[in-house]
């Protein structure tokens, strides 16, 4: 048996194993925030993830752009007097695209994080609540610009190749830059919203699903029935289009851009769309913000 006293015994005996402290600039929160923005952009695309994860974002980034290459073939070929189709009217046509986009990523970048819990390591300091909700909703943003940017930059580059007028192909092309810009924010608030709101990604993506396309075809049937007829709208049809995300962008492109939605406003009717336009904005963030607050008090 040992002949040492029984507390030396129990003392402990450090090893240098060859840890040393961090001495290097600490760059802080907004670099914090750019590398979140940009791994969940990149997420976004299911790029840094599993081959399965790929399929359904550059599946629908295809069909954003395979009929716009093939437009542009046609036009060039033909030689139109003018382009087939406008920026902001290509968006119009493939809203179900971009909500399926959105309902298949928004809960990747939001409910996955809270459905595995670790939102509580991105929390902690020095990354604040906040920090975190704006990164994620950057990066949805600019993936949802993505998706509707590329067709429009074809759309764009095909219509100088067929040598139509370069001001108003521009002034075009700025439009659909502003109509997607716009329809990309609103978008992102009201998909990160819903899907901070639950973390199982199947009740995300049904809401989301649900929110947009059940908000379009109410609002589409009910200006049907309110209007007098095709290009006859009531000051009540009007009013109507506050009802969908999709609708309300374009009336607000209209509105800002003076054209080149299915009618042009009024300014009293423009800014009543233009005040509900901020203030849903304002809300969903509102929301997304105080969703994260409550799960950082645990």
Not at 7 to 24: M, S
Not at 28 to 47: M, N, P, T
Not at 70 to 76: F, H, K, M, R, S
Not at 265 to 275: C, D, H, I, K, W
């Amino acid at each position: 048996m040992s002949d040492q006293p029984h507390e030396q015994r129990r003392a402990g005996v450090i090893h240098d194993i060859g840890y040393r402290h961090y001495d290097g600039p600490r760059l802080g929160r907004f670099a914090i925030w750019q590398a979140l923005v940009v791994s969940s952009l990149r997420h976004a695309y299911g790029l840094g993830r599993s081959g399965r994860s790929k399929v359904m974002p550059i599946l629908l980034l295809a069909v954003m752009v395979v009929p716009v290459a093939i437009i542009v073939g046609i036009e060039t070929a033909l030689k139109f007097d003018k382009p087939p189709l406008t920026q902001v009217e290509y968006i119009s046509l493939l809203q179900a695209v971009i909500a399926l986009y959105l309902a298949s990523q928004a809960p990747q970048l939001f409910s996955r994080d809270l459905r595995y819990r670790s939102i509580v390591l991105y929390l902690a300091r020095p990354l604040h609540r906040t920090d975190y909700a704006l990164a994620k909703l950057t990066s949805l943003i600019l993936a949802l610009m993505i998706l509707m940017g590329l067709p429009m930059v074809i759309l764009y580059a095909g219509a100088l190749l067929a040598k139509f007028d370069f001001t108003d192909m521009t002034k075009q092309f700025l439009s659909g830059l502003v109509a997607a810009l716009l329809l990309a924010i609103l978008l992102a608030a009201i998909g990160g919203l819903i899907s901070a709101a639950t973390p199982r990604r199947g009740f995300a993506v049904a809401a989301i699903i649900a929110v947009l396309i059940v908000s379009f075809t109410a609002v589409v049937t009910t200006t049907a029935i309110i209007n007098d007829g095709p290009g006859k709208m009531t000051p009540t049809g009007r009013y109507v289009n506050l009802g969908s995300p999709f609708t309300l962008v374009e009336v607000l492109q209209s509105f800002l851009l003076r054209g080149g939605g299915t009618f042009e406003p009024t300014t009293s009717q423009g800014l009543v769309f233009a005040a509900v336009y901020v203030a849903l904005l304002a809300v969903c963030v509102w929301g997304v913000n105080a969703r994260y607050a409550k799960v950082a008090r645990g």
